[in-house]
């Protein structure tokens, strides 16, 4: 932990050096990292919430070594998916509410443009109103209900039928535009910290 602690020495400028994001890490287990030299640091950016289990949890690798032995398929299109099915029911049956249909995304970009889509598809609207500042990916329609123009510079976006404002007026401005609004759904972030991230599409609510 030594070099986390050294990190904090304000003689240090280089930001490189003062994070560690320079090391190179070649192990990792729960919550801990540790470089080619053996040092070891806490993990507190979670790869942007990818990991919400840590690093190589076991329970994770003893399910992912008997699907190895069984030799079970990774893609059957357009036949029934056996695991895909038994993941759904069970995450059906976790959730609250009646779920009848689960969709299984690879990010968390493809999960916001999934639910972009089907706000557009359930309410025949077009229009995103998302909060500024706030992150949802950086796929074109995910890029343009986020509300950074650093990601957004060079890529044609926001689309014309995303709008965004400062997520302190959001509610505001959502009340305002209610009754002529053509605004399929809002997103927003109730939780944000370094590393993690929380995002919601409502289609019901932004119908207007």
């Known amino acids: ?28 287990a729960g919550f801990r990292l540790f470089d080619e030299q053996g040092r070891e640091y806490l993990d507190f950016l ?15 690798w003893i399910a992912l070594n008997a699907a190895q032995a069984e030799a079970l398929p990774s893609m059957v299109q357009p036949l029934r998916p056996v695991e895909a ?27 916001v443009e999934a639910a972009i889509k089907l706000a557009r598809l359930r309410t025949g609207k077009s ?16 890029l343009s209900a986020t509300g950074k123009p650093m ?26 535009l209610r009754p002529a609004s053509t605004g399929s759904g809002w997103m927003t972030q109730p939780a944000t910290l370094t590393g993690q991230r929380c995002a919601r599409m409502s289609s019901s609510s932004a119908a207007m």
């Open 127 to 142: 229009g995103i109103l998302s909060a500024r500042n706030g992150f949802h990916g950086k796929t074109l329609g995910a």
């Open 85 to 111: 099915e038994r993941l759904a029911e069970r995450l059906a049956e976790v959730t609250p509410g009646d779920l009848s249909i689960t969709t299984l995304t690879n990010s968390g970009a493809e999960t």
């Open 151 to 176: 990601y957004q510079e060079g890529f044609a976006a926001p689309s014309a039928t995303s709008q965004s404002w400062p997520s302190a007026t959001i509610r505001v401005q959502s009340s305002t």
């Open 46 to 60: 979670s790869q942007y919430g990818a990991l919400p289990f840590g690093h190589n949890p076991p329970e994770i």
């Open 1 to 28: 932990m030594g070099h986390i602690m050294t990190a904090l020495n304000p003689a240090r400028t280089n930001l490189l050096e003062m994070f560690a994001l320079d090391a190179r890490m070649v192990r990792g």
